[in-house]
């Protein structure tokens, strides 16, 4: 067997292994067409409570940190900027910036891990909130993460008795 032989097994291996790949993760947006588009920045969102730059790692349905959301441009890890409003949360992204109504924030605490990023406890914001009636976590690793989660904690009113146990995503109370 010659080289050109070897050499033409592996490249079409190689084809095959991304063809996979991308009929998978057609299949995954398929599935998840159902997910509404977020909410575009409104012309007024009141005064700016804090500001925070790092990274966009990903979003996942509730409780599912493993199961990454490939539509409406929040399958793609980025650079991001966020600004906590007195009427919520600004995501801006490379590609698009959206906003997280205050209403619709559900929790704001600190998380380890998601897909494909493992850091330091506590090194990673997740903020769960509610995009139309599906329920997702978003994270994000910034080098303030207890003040983004403080910022983002303060928005959101809690009850006195939490009526929903934590997620099994080891989240902590920020």
Same mark, same amino acid.
């Given at each position: 067997m ?38 575009? *920045?409104? &012309?007024n969102? =009141?005064?700016? #409570?804090?500001?925070? +730059?790092?990274?966009? @790692?990903s ?58 990023? *493992?850091? &330091?406890?506590? =090194?990673?914001? #997740?903020?769960?909130? +509610?995009?139309?009636? @599906? ?40």
């Amino acid at each position: 067997m010659t080289k050109e032989f070897w050499l033409t097994l592996v490249l079409a291996f190689f084809v095959v292994l991304v063809g996979l790949m991308a009929v998978g993760w057609y299949a995954r947006r398929r599935r998840q067409r159902n997910i509404p588009a977020p909410l575009p *920045v409104p &012309e007024n969102f =009141g005064a700016e #409570l804090a500001r925070f +730059t790092g990274f966009y @790692v990903s979003t996942t349905p509730d409780g599912e940190p493993l199961n990454r959301i490939a539509v409406r441009g929040l399958g793609f890890r980025a650079r991001a900027s966020l600004l906590v409003t007195e009427a919520g949360l600004i995501v801006s992204l490379p590609a698009s910036d959206f906003f997280i109504p205050k209403e619709d924030l559900r929790e704001a605490t600190k998380s380890r891990y998601t897909i494909d990023r *493992v850091v &330091e406890e506590g =090194g990673l914001a #997740l903020i769960a909130w +509610t995009l139309g009636d @599906v329920k997702l976590d978003s994270y994000f690793r910034v080098e303030q993460t207890a003040r983004l989660v403080d910022a983002v904690a303060s928005l959101i009113s809690r009850p006195a008795f939490p009526t929903e146990p934590a997620s099994p995503n080891e989240r902590e109370t920020a």
